[in-house]
């Protein structure tokens, strides 16, 4: 940082290198490496006491591999991503309670992503992409403070350009099988591309067969999936809010316009109201608020989602969603040693979105179902800085159900088809739990972190019958136990008279199972992290050297985040880990 009283300019420069860039799909990870650097410049000038100009200038690129499973041994799928930020703004004082903003910007994504060398390394399908999202626009408002009222009210503009290429095939000849034995074990029959051959064979046909897949399966003959296509997202928005401040009462009021023109067009108003009121006599803080929004889909992959091409689930060009959201909630104060924050929160969206992920690949693509009902509470108890300790503890329950049909995406995971079920971040409980002390205020700290998650819902594996359908890599992933017998990536369970058990994943009794009601769930885990340092190392004056160690995971639990999700794949927490950071201040 640099400057005189007209002058500024800040300059940041960040690289990172690791060996694991992504969570990976197993414990210990395989094919991980990864790298990415940043640089952000903002230049600031103020020619006259009124005006100022603002430059923002961000430019980022990474590269990394995309984590493997053992049952990938030579795959080498990578990704690149470059992206640059060019945002200029204007700010004028037009008097002592009157602000204009004005703000432009353009940004673009540049996504590559490279399947193998030998398409048939990848599997279940090779994958090649090169993607361009480009964002560009301006944002104007207003600011006015008058006596109890503070006033905004604005507009913004805004065109997103998108560029997609894309190509697929599957290589696994049991991915989209044509033919079943009749224990229903996948055929490879390479030169079998029609259903009604099977039966000549001793076979029976496919139940979940996708015919449109057959013609891009390299394994049955077939060819590269080609996908090429441009398109244009205009989006206008204006908006007017006022904070009104009346004792201890503020009262919130917003009242939004957006224009969404894309794939589809769709217009909405949308209300905002918030209330909060301050009990001076108890320290109590009660809130309460509604919002109207309108969802938009997200922009990575749109064109292909959209297309109802290789395997795209969409019936119709994805429409934007449109959401009540309810907040209740209130703040409390404890002889001022603890603050107790609590909130209570109902989402009802019509036309809910969420992505969906290409496999075990980073690669997504936006889906939208019928409606959504999500509510939860969040609970915070905190600590001001007592003679050096200081604690928080947040706790959480949410529940979220999604509503059928589905529309868009490219769904090979784990399909959803029921009419109502959890979706993946629907949770019971979790909590962190943080302790610091620090003696004397600039000397030696420490710290120790505990979580607990109750587990995700993990919607793949509903039954016994389908943890030993499940290769041995995946079995060995989740724990799968028969007896004194663990799955092992190169010996896998198939069938178990007793004993059956799968210690990272709650699999539902038998004939329990029901994707709203009593999803799988990956197991209860408990993790612990710890951390020590000093901000000032040397105990010197001016400039400073500071020096922190952290130990991640520290029993080296190893559990899982989620397991063969839709929407995110298998990702494992990570190993026991330790860092060691120094820094120079001056």
């Avoid at 080498?76 to 204009?100: E, H």
């Amino acid at each position: 940082g640099l400057g005189s009283a007209k002058f500024g300019n800040f300059l940041a420069f960040n690289v990172l290198r690791s060996g694991r860039f992504l969570d990976t799909p197993e414990f210990r990870p395989v094919h991980a490496v990864g790298n990415n650097a940043t640089i952000f410049d903002r230049v600031d000038y103020q020619p006259t006491g009124k005006d100022s100009l603002h430059l923002n200038l961000f430019l980022a690129r990474n590269w990394f591999q995309t984590p493997n499973t053992y049952d990938q041994p030579n795959q080498d799928q990578r990704q690149k991503v470059n992206t640059f930020n060019i945002a200029p703004g204007y700010q004028r004082t037009i008097s002592p309670s009157t602000l204009l903003t004005v703000n432009t910007f353009v940004r673009q994504d540049n996504v590559h992503y490279y399947s193998s060398r030998d398409p048939f390394d990848d599997t279940p399908a090779t994958i090649n992409q090169d993607r361009r999202l480009t964002n560009y626009g301006v944002k104007s408002d207003v600011s006015h403070v008058r006596g109890r009222h503070n006033i905004k009210f604005g507009a913004q503009i805004m065109q997103t350009r998108l560029k997609e290429s894309f190509s697929t095939a599957l290589t696994d000849p049991s991915f989209n099988a044509v033919c079943l034995d009749q224990s229903g074990t996948p055929q490879g029959l390479p030169s079998i591309t029609n259903p009604a051959l099977c039966a000549g064979q001793g076979f029976v046909v496919n139940p979940d067969l996708l015919p449109g897949l057959v013609p891009f399966d390299l394994t049955r003959g077939g060819a590269l999936f080609h996908f090429n296509d441009r398109g244009n997202i205009n989006q206008f928005a204006a908006f007017v809010q006022d904070s009104i401040t009346a004792g201890g009462l503020t009262l919130s009021l917003g009242l939004r316009l957006d224009r969404y023109s894309g794939l589809s067009k769709d217009t909405s108003l949308q209300p905002r109201i918030g209330a909060s009121y301050l009990f001076k006599p108890t320290n109590t803080v009660l809130r309460a608020g509604y919002s109207r929004t309108m969802e938009s889909p997200y922009n990575e992959n749109l064109l292909l989602s959209g297309s109802g091409a290789f395997g795209s689930q969409a019936v119709k060009p994805l429409q934007p969603g449109h959401r009540n959201q309810y907040n209740v909630g209130f703040q409390q104060a404890v002889h001022k040693i603890l603050l107790l924050d609590a909130d209570y929160f109902l989402k009802f969206t019509d036309n809910a979105y969420d992505f969906d992920v290409l496999l075990n690949t980073p690669v997504a693509f936006p889906i939208s179902w019928r409606k959504s009902k999500i509510d939860g509470i969040s609970l915070r108890l905190s600590t001001p800085n007592l003679h050096g300790f200081q604690a928080f503890t947040t706790m959480g329950h949410t529940r979220a159900r999604f509503f059928g049909p589905e529309n868009g995406g490219l769904l090979f995971n784990s399909p959803v088809d029921n009419p109502v079920f959890r979706i993946d971040h629907d949770q019971a409980f979790q909590q962190t739990t943080n302790l610091r002390y620090q003696r004397p205020h600039n000397g030696l700290w420490g710290a120790f972190t505990w979580r607990y998650d109750s587990g995700l819902v993990a919607g793949a594996v509903p039954d016994q019958a389908t943890a030993l359908g499940l290769t041995g890599a995946q079995q060995a992933a989740i724990g799968v136990v028969c007896g004194s017998q663990l799955a092992t990536v190169s010996n896998p369970i198939t069938s178990c008279a007793a004993g059956f058990n799968a210690t990272r994943l709650r699999i539902p009794s038998e004939g329990t199972a029901n994707d709203d009601t009593n999803p799988p769930r990956i197991a209860p885990r408990h993790l612990f992290d710890l951390a020590a340092g000093t901000d000032n190392l040397l105990h010197s004056e001016g400039a400073r050297v500071t020096l922190h160690l952290t130990v991640v995971n520290i029993m080296n639990s190893e559990v899982l985040y989620n397991f063969l999700s839709t929407f995110s794949g298998t990702h494992f927490v990570t190993p026991r880990s330790y860092q060691a950071q120094i820094g120079f201040i001056f």
